[in-house]
């Protein structure tokens, strides 16, 4: 087995088929950020003739046999190998900043969620307000039209003035501090699922196939198999 010692440079094992260039790393998980920035990028000019390589083997190779099988999948083997050597890599120059940047969040986002949270609450009742208000302007011009088809309102002009009385929706509201814009959201909420029409309904493919994995038939759907590869080194 590959082995190194503890305070060696990094060295990566070379790998069956595609082959890389023995790299050796600086062994310093804390390194400044721009030599890192650096020396990431020199190591990935050096990756792109294996992964190009790798691409024009894997678009232009045909299994037409066994002896066509054995060599695909030697070189899978070295495919793999290669794709875990150079994750390897990059969480090498990853991991330190990754940890700063997670040590950095933790100390500020607390603070930074909090204000937004009562940033949000106060949207909300605006919204709230706002929305209050349309809605009482709605139920009193649909009032002031019933009232004059019943007849209780004789005239149309005594109708105008009953819903000029209700205060309106403002689209743009002018303070000292900031100028605020309201616009239409449209949502919706389902009263009746059964009258849905069917275009508007989504299968829940999850469920389909946890219960199709599980050998039970379903109306409309048909079972399909497909030979997925794992393929385990030897």
Do not use: C, W
């Not at 030599?35 to 190009?52: G, P, Q, Y």
């Not at 330190?96 to 009742?125: E, H, S, Y």
Request: proline letters at 4%.
């Amino acid at each position: 087995m590959y082995q190194q010692a503890p305070d060696a440079p990094r060295k990566y094992p070379p790998h069956h088929r595609f082959h890389h260039l023995h790299r050796t790393i600086p062994h310093n998980r804390y390194m400044d950020n721009t030599n890192s920035i650096s020396l990431a990028e020199k190591e990935a000019e050096h990756l792109s003739t294996n992964v190009e390589k790798a691409i024009k083997y894997a678009e232009g190779v045909t299994i037409k046999n066994d002896a066509d099988q054995e060599n695909v999948v030697k070189a899978l083997v070295g495919i793999e190998n290669e794709e875990k050597r150079i994750d390897e890599q990059r969480k090498f120059f990853t991991d330190p900043l990754n940890d700063q940047v997670k040590k950095i969040n933790a100390m500020f986002k607390p603070f930074v969620n909090g204000l937004g949270d009562a940033a949000n609450i106060l949207r909300k009742k605006m919204s709230e307000y706002q929305t209050a208000i349309a809605v009482k302007a709605d139920k009193a011009r649909e009032k002031a039209l019933a009232d004059l088809k019943s007849g209780k309102i004789k005239n149309v002009e005594t109708a105008v003035k009953q819903i000029e009385k209700v205060k309106e929706v403002e689209k743009t509201v002018r303070t000292k501090a900031a100028t605020v814009t309201y616009k239409d959201k449209i949502g919706f909420t389902i009263y009746d699922a059964n009258v849905i029409p069917r275009e508007y309904l989504i299968v829940d493919e999850k469920k389909v196939l946890k219960v199709v994995q599980a050998g039970v038939e379903i109306p409309g759907i048909k079972k399909t198999i497909e030979k997925v590869p794992t393929v385990k080194a030897n």
